[in-house]
């Protein structure tokens, strides 16, 4: 183990994690992981673990949520030796897409992702930086079935349990993993 590896292991991730209250809007104790990828020792300790968790599963490809997931799954993707595919807001993506609607508290959202990127059957891990209700996870990985691909692993960096995702997600059948917990909302 290096100096560098060293430190990594023993950072205090979670102390890293920056709580802004009311952002974006009031009520929301917003959980902003910049500060933790903005630390050398901090970014490559998440990394080490999200990857310790994801390597035995031998993965075919990630698949990361806009747009934090990018940042993590791209990170992962390359420590594993796998390809990335994005899945993106609407109307981001130049080619022809797949897509999936699904229902927020106020309204609904749309995500897609490049049509042809999914093999059938593929084992795909998919990462996000944090997950709540577990809607915007559920909808990537029903995108995912719709291509006849396996989500593997749901695997973010911070669970808020109390909001019910982790629970809705196994429920569904989707196995979940995440590196740090924040109780309550
Ligand atoms: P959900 O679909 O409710 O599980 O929300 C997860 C998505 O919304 C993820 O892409 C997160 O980046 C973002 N998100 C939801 N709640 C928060 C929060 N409290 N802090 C930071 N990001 C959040």
């Known amino acids: 183990m290096t100096m560098a590896e060293g430190a990594a292991s023993s950072v205090d991730l979670k102390s890293l994690v920056r709580t802004i209250p009311d952002f974006p809007k009031l009520g929301i104790a917003f959980r902003d992981i910049t500060t933790l990828l903005a630390d050398r020792d901090g970014f490559r300790g998440l990394l080490d673990q999200m990857v ?12 990361g949520i806009e747009a934090r997931g990018f940042i993590l799954g791209a990170a992962v993707a390359a420590e594993l030796g796998t390809g990335f595919v994005p899945v993106r807001k609407p109307g981001k993506l130049p080619g022809p897409t797949v897509s999936v609607d699904y229902v927020l508290e106020y309204g609904s959202d749309r995500l897609e992702m490049h049509e042809g990127q999914i093999r059938p059957n593929a084992r795909v891990l998919l990462v996000d930086d944090l997950i709540a209700t577990g809607g915007t996870a559920l909808a990537a990985a029903q995108l995912l079935r719709e291509q006849g691909a396996h989500t593997t692993l749901a695997l973010f960096a911070i669970d808020l349990p109390d909001l019910g995702g982790t629970a809705t997600l196994k429920r569904q059948g989707i196995p979940v993993h995440s590196i740090i917990t924040f109780d309550g909302h």
Not at 52 to 63: E, I, K, Q, T, Y
């Open 52 to 63: 310790d968790v994801a390597r035995p599963l031998d993965v075919d490809l990630v698949v």
